[in-house]
């Protein structure tokens, strides 16, 4: 219960102003993704080749990670932008910058003025322009952006996988454990992007952190995995034969061209899967592996730094992050398929490309909106009622 005016107003009537605003914002965002993404990269391209200059020619020392930070500053100035910041070992905290950029954050903020202005209208319509003056409609525009900041740390992930050029990232000397981060200067960052070292699952320590690793042209058999967390691993050329995956999560995870024989994927979190040219004989996957939107306004930062996804080799984005969060729907792009069943799989809004099947099952779960329910050689076990087995 509201305890004073202004509460009251941010309860009654700050939701639904904001919502319209963070809607328009996100299809603007989606309508022009591929143009923010083609900008973006020429511009990472010209700032990894600076920091590849400044390590070069003035000794600069391998990055540990870079930091892209929204700048407050900038909205204030009229001129809205990110700042990519990027610092030896130890950060920001023990480092000096090693090099900067500025990117373009207009599509970011380009419906807060006018939300702004329908909060002051609102309070004037409501007879409560004298408590809920300009200056609280200023700090709730703040408190949108933030959250909007937020919700699109979900999406920047998804975004970094199109901006980095591999050529221009392996022209850099970097640090053992290499990290891109999401979110404000000096404040909360959401790891991105990361190389850590190579590790032997069978033969680590454990607490070993797995997230974010690489997995190349490793062979798996006979093998059992129990509640790992692989979120934004990549297998890469991998074999899993007789392998069983019991409630592991596997957000966020790519599968290049891996092969799955006899393989049981049982409880999993799947949201944001990739399979590229993975070929799946014998293979029973049960899990979710729908995507999940983030309630735009779920979390706020604490300032303590908590959650910020710090990354060492011993805890490399161990950090339990709160709130919900958006993941892209699971996409299968060229694999083939051959004795497998999704078994009570969430599998609404899957994409499937060019991929071919025989004898596959769905059992129950949920398909709506999945490009499974119209391919040839899929059989459902159930009748569908509204995407649902």
């Given at each position: 219960?509201?305890?004073?005016?202004?509460?009251?107003?941010?309860?009654?009537?700050?939701?639904?102003?904001?919502?319209?605003?963070?809607?328009?914002?996100?299809?603007?965002?989606?309508?022009?993704?591929?143009?923010?993404?083609?900008?973006?990269?020429?511009?990472?391209?010209?700032?990894?080749?600076?920091?590849?200059?400044?390590?070069?020619?003035?000794?600069?020392?391998?990055?540990?990670?870079?930091?892209?930070?929204?700048?407050?500053?900038?909205?204030?100035?009229?001129?809205?932008?990110?700042?990519?910041?990027?610092?030896?070992?130890?950060?920001?905290?023990?480092?000096?910058?090693?090099?900067?950029?500025?990117?373009?954050?207009?599509?970011?903020?380009?419906?807060?003025?006018?939300?702004?202005?329908?909060?002051?209208?609102?309070?004037?319509?409501?007879?409560?322009?004298?408590?809920?003056?300009?200056?609280?409609?200023?700090?709730?525009?703040?408190?949108?952006?933030?959250?909007?900041?937020?919700?699109?740390?979900?999406?920047?992930?998804?975004?970094?996988?199109?901006?980095?050029?591999?050529?221009?990232?392996?022209?850099?000397?970097?640090?053992?454990?290499?990290?891109?981060?999401?979110?404000?200067?000096?404040?909360?960052?959401?790891?991105?992007?990361?190389i850590l070292p190579e590790v032997d699952i069978s033969d680590c320590?454990?607490?070993?952190?797995?997230?974010?690793?690489?997995?190349?042209?490793?062979?798996?058999?006979?093998?059992?995995f129990a509640g790992l967390d692989f979120t934004q691993a990549v297998?890469?050329?991998?074999?899993?034969?007789?392998?069983?995956?019991?409630?592991?999560?596997?957000?966020?995870?790519?599968?290049?061209?891996?092969?799955?024989?006899?393989?049981?994927?049982?409880?999993?979190?799947?949201?944001?899967?990739?399979?590229?040219?993975?070929?799946?004989?014998?293979?029973?996957?049960?899990?979710?592996?729908?995507?999940?939107?983030?309630?735009?306004?779920?979390?706020?930062?604490?300032?303590?730094?908590?959650?910020?996804?710090?990354?060492?080799?011993?805890?490399?984005?161990?950090?339990?992050?709160?709130?919900?969060?958006?993941?892209?729907?699971?996409?299968?792009?060229?694999?083939?398929?051959?004795?497998?069943?999704?078994?009570?799989?969430?599998?609404?809004g899957a994409v499937v490309v060019n991929c071919e099947a025989e004898?596959?099952?769905?059992?129950?779960?949920?398909?709506?909106?999945?490009?499974?329910?119209?391919?040839?050689?899929?059989?459902?076990?159930?009748?569908?009622?509204?995407?649902?087995?």
């Amino acid at each position: 219960m509201a305890e004073t005016c202004i509460q009251l107003f941010e309860e009654k009537y700050y939701p639904e102003i904001f919502v319209d605003a963070a809607e328009r914002t996100i299809l603007y965002f989606v309508e022009h993704e591929r143009r923010i993404a083609e900008l973006w990269k020429k511009e990472w391209n010209r700032y990894l080749e600076q920091i590849a200059v400044q390590q070069r020619d003035y000794g600069a020392e391998p990055v540990a990670e870079i930091n892209i930070s929204f700048l407050y500053t900038s909205l204030e100035e009229g001129k809205p932008e990110f700042r990519a910041d990027s610092y030896g070992e130890g950060g920001y905290i023990f480092k000096p910058c090693i090099a900067s950029m500025s990117l373009p954050a207009g599509w970011l903020t380009g419906e807060l003025a006018e939300m702004e202005a329908c909060l002051n209208a609102r309070a004037a319509e409501e007879g409560m322009r004298g408590i809920v003056r300009p200056a609280s409609c200023e700090v709730m525009k703040r408190r949108a952006l933030q959250c909007l900041l937020y919700y699109f740390a979900g999406r920047m992930k998804y975004l970094i996988r199109e901006v980095l050029d591999p050529a221009y990232l392996a022209g850099i000397e970097k640090a053992e454990v290499f990290v891109i981060r999401f979110g404000e200067y000096m404040d909360w960052q959401k790891p991105l992007f990361a190389i850590l070292p190579e590790v032997d699952i069978s033969d680590c320590a454990k607490g070993t952190v797995l997230r974010f690793r690489r997995f190349p042209a490793v062979r798996w058999r006979e093998t059992a995995f129990a509640g790992l967390d692989f979120t934004q691993a990549v297998f890469a050329d991998c074999t899993f034969s007789r392998v069983v995956m019991q409630d592991c999560v596997l957000n966020d995870c790519i599968f290049d061209c891996c092969v799955f024989e006899q393989v049981t994927i049982k409880g999993a979190q799947m949201a944001g899967v990739l399979f590229k040219g993975c070929e799946m004989r014998d293979t029973v996957f049960s899990g979710r592996m729908s995507g999940a939107g983030m309630p735009l306004e779920e979390e706020e930062s604490s300032g303590s730094g908590e959650g910020t996804g710090q990354m060492t080799e011993d805890a490399g984005g161990s950090a339990e992050e709160t709130g919900l969060e958006y993941f892209e729907p699971a996409e299968f792009a060229g694999c083939s398929f051959k004795d497998v069943a999704f078994a009570d799989c969430d599998l609404c809004g899957a994409v499937v490309v060019n991929c071919e099947a025989e004898n596959v099952e769905i059992r129950g779960g949920v398909v709506r909106d999945s490009d499974f329910r119209n391919m040839e050689g899929v059989i459902f076990r159930g009748e569908v009622q509204d995407g649902v087995l």
